[in-house]
């Protein structure tokens, strides 16, 4: 199907694991984000990706990694889970940069994740 | 720092009224603003997407505004209906997308 994906959809892991949360799109779009929406908090940007092998922090970052060796796929790695990183997680994509203006974002159906 | 904001929080109206969703932003220097609407437990869809040189855009019973002298959008709803029910986002953009907090629009039949 074309779009943005993410799987899974569900992640209840423990304090101190690794996790990966992982996203993919079929536009080719050039770039890639990572958010989290948390009550109180709205969205936040955690990381995002101009291109493959191209990737720089948000507003965010601690805690997490990501890695962006195809262009169709934008993985966010939680090294060390922390019950702090509770979250719905998204990723979105856009498609082009000309300048720095972007186009419009579109963002897959998110990842609800609880670090118990 | 930018800073977005959404006035009301939450916004209750019978079906068939129109209304204003408001979004304000702090720094006037951004490329776009883009409005969106997430309903319960769902990712985000994107609605409109004005540009800065722009001053509005339309999409059937929406029309969106822009004045970034003001650091004012506001987002026109005509003619509610009950499927026009969620939470709808401003997000500007200018070095990264900043996200308002959001305003939880409720249409009642």
């Known amino acids: 199907d074309a779009g943005i994906t993410q799987s899974p959809r569900y992640k209840i892991t423990e304090t101190g694991r690794q996790v990966t949360l992982m996203c993919h799109q079929t536009w080719s779009h050039s770039y890639m984000f990572w958010y989290r929406q948390d009550l109180g908090h709205g969205l936040r940007l955690i990381y995002y990706?101009?291109?493959?092998?191209?990737?720089d922090k948000g507003e965010v970052p601690d805690g997490y990694v990501v890695s962006r060796s195809k262009t169709e796929n934008f993985p966010l790695t939680l090294e060390s889970a922390t019950r702090s990183q509770t979250s719905v997680y998204f990723c979105a994509s856009s498609g082009s940069g000309v300048g720095r203006t972007l186009d419009e974002q579109f963002f897959g159906p998110g990842t609800r994740l609880t670090v118990l | 720092k930018q800073e977005v904001t959404q006035i009301p929080a939450a916004l209750s109206v019978p079906e068939g009224e129109n209304l204003v969703l408001n979004c304000s932003f702090t720094d006037s220097a951004i490329y776009n603003l883009q409005w969106f609407r997430q309903d319960p437990g769902k990712g985000l869809t994107s609605l409109l997407l004005?540009?800065?040189?722009?001053r509005e855009q339309t999409s059937g019973r929406l029309n969106a505004s822009l004045d970034k002298s003001s650091g004012r959008s506001t987002l026109y709803i005509a003619a509610s209906q009950p499927g026009d029910s969620a939470t709808y986002l401003c997000?500007?953009?200018?070095?990264?997308?900043?996200f308002g907090q959001g305003t939880e629009l409720s249409v009642k039949p």
């Open positions: 004005i540009q800065s040189s722009q």
């Open positions: 997000a500007v953009l200018g070095g990264k997308l900043i």
């Open positions: 990706s101009a291109a493959a092998d191209i990737t």
